[in-house]
């Protein structure tokens, strides 16, 4: 099952009095595994940065001046999310910002069935206590230590941690593998492998390899690593 995990930052609280995307952050997961799979993109609001959102997000006028316009980046964001459930913290108020843009450039908005709310969900699993994204990421013992201030792919990452513990989607996993260790020990079958359906892209470059070769081409034809081969 694919679903995205989605965090906006704004230039304020109400998309109806003129306030405006300024970031998008979402992640991919697949069977509730992130998958490395990522879109995020700065955009220009074109119109200036209240002091208030700025102590928020740290993103200034002149930082997003040279960004693109939301409708520049429509299509790859609408690619990316497909049709997917979209994981939201508060999902009223992205989907509202969001649904302003692209009624604004006369796209049809998302439809709210299609939408996760995560804020929803930790008020009925955690009623009367705050349930704020630090306070979840605290409740489950979630690093947010670089979230020094609000940021839609750093907090869409956070999110998509926190979701998988609210739904009980991690202990499943733990209880399954503490019966395979057992059955394992019992002598009965191997330890299954959870198996990614999209593979991670590739952390080494073309330029990497290249790179490395040339350095292996230095060492000559008698590198010091053959004195401890056999044969």
């Keep these: 099952m694919r679903e995205i995990v989605l965090d906006t930052e704004t230039t ?8 405006r995307l300024v970031e998008i952050g979402c992640v991919e997961i697949v069977n509730r595994m992130p998958t490395g799979q990522i879109f995020h993109r700065h955009i220009n609001p074109e119109r200036d940065m209240p002091a208030e959102a700025f102590a928020v997000h740290g993103l200034s006028s002149e930082f997003l001046a040279d960004k693109p316009l939301f409708a520049h980046v429509v299509e790859e964001f609408l690619e990316f999310i497909g049709d997917a459930p979209l994981v939201i913290h508060n999902a009223s108020f992205d989907i509202g910002f969001i649904n302003a843009e692209l009624d604004r450039i006369r796209r049809p908005v998302i439809a709210r069935d299609r939408l996760v709310d995560t804020l929803l969900l930790a008020r009925r699993k955690h009623p009367g206590v705050s349930n704020r994204l630090d306070d979840l990421c605290s409740r489950y013992a979630i690093d947010n230590s670089r979230r020094t201030k609000h ?7 956070l ?35 959870r198996v990614r359906e999209v593979a991670l892209a ?28 056999g044969g």
């Excluded at 304020?12 to 306030?19: H, M």
């Excluded at 991690?170 to 209880?175: A, D, P, T, Y």
């Excluded at 390899?209 to 690593?225: M, Q, S, Y």
């Design 202 to 229: 590739p952390r080494v470059s073309d330029e990497d390899r290249a790179a490395h070769r040339a350095f292996v081409a230095t060492l000559g034809d008698k590198p010091i690593w053959n004195e401890f081969l």
């Design 151 to 157: 940021g839609a792919l750093l907090d869409a990452e």
């Design 12 to 19: 304020g609280l109400d998309p109806l009095r003129g306030d």
């Design 159 to 193: 999110l998509a941690e926190v979701y998988i513990d609210l739904i009980g989607a991690r202990q499943s996993q733990l209880i399954l593998a503490t019966e395979v260790r057992e059955a394992r020990a019992g002598g009965h079958g191997e330890m299954p492998r």
